[in-house]
């Protein structure tokens, strides 16, 4: 006859930490960058945001058109020749910093806590993030660009948890968007909003020792 040994209950499953790459992993390094460069090309910050980034959402962000491709828009709204569109991007690259505390915090996790990297990324980041050593950092790397969805979409959360095969109620979620930490409370995970990596450690630390029912709602901290 089968069934649980001794009396044993059966355990209990693995929690989930599902973390943000840019702006939690890899440091914001876009507002630096867009000072200066607004300043070498004579527009406002604002411009020259709206040229990189405006309308990708729907584009480059969900992989419906690749870097090559949106990096020739970005030229076209700039005004750019290649030589300057060249020293931009090597720019833009060498500005991306890795947290390393938090990165090997994250590696120290796996076998404790079912963990994932949830990104709104362009279609080069896995080749990136591999260039970079740092595939191994989570059991998931979910990244928008790949899925098709990106966040606050609720099916790139809905995809991650179905990868990790967890519950939204046995998930921390982390990122430095107020609104995608929200649209991760609104399927039922925990929410923490990332606002240093010590407190980002100390979040998920609580998060992974509590008890089930301490588990859910939001995070102020």
């Excluded at 209990?12 to 973390?19: E, F, S």
């Excluded at 890795?98 to 980041?125: H, I, M, Y």
Aim: hydrophobic letters at 45%; aromatic letters at 6%; one cysteine or more.
């Amino acid at each position: 006859m089968f069934g649980s040994a001794a009396g044993l209950s059966p355990a209990r499953p693995r929690k989930a930490v599902l973390i943000d790459l840019g702006g939690v992993l890899v440091a914001d390094y876009m507002p630096a960058a867009a000072a200066a460069w607004s300043a070498r090309l004579g527009i406002t910050q604002p411009a020259f945001l709206a040229a990189l980034f405006g309308g990708s959402d729907g584009q480059v962000l969900t992989g419906q058109v690749s870097e090559p491709a949106w990096w020739a828009i970005v030229a076209g709204r700039l005004q750019a020749d290649p030589a300057l569109m060249a020293d931009l991007r090597q720019d833009l690259a060498s500005r991306e910093v890795w947290d390393e505390a938090l990165v090997a915090f994250l590696r120290r996790l796996r076998g404790q806590a079912k963990t994932a990297v949830v990104s709104n990324a362009w279609p080069g980041t896995r080749a990136r993030l591999a260039e970079a050593g740092k595939l191994d950092i989570a059991d998931e790397i979910v990244l928008s660009c790949e899925a098709g969805y990106a966040k606050p979409d609720p099916r790139i959360y809905q995809a991650t948890l179905r990868g990790l095969e967890a519950r939204p109620e046995d998930a921390l979620f982390i990122d430095d968007t107020p609104g995608h930490v929200g649209a991760a409370q609104s399927l039922g995970m925990t929410g923490h909003l990332h606002t240093s990596s010590a407190g980002t450690i100390t979040r998920i630390e609580n998060f992974l020792a509590a008890p089930p029912s301490r588990i859910g709602g939001s995070s102020g901290d």
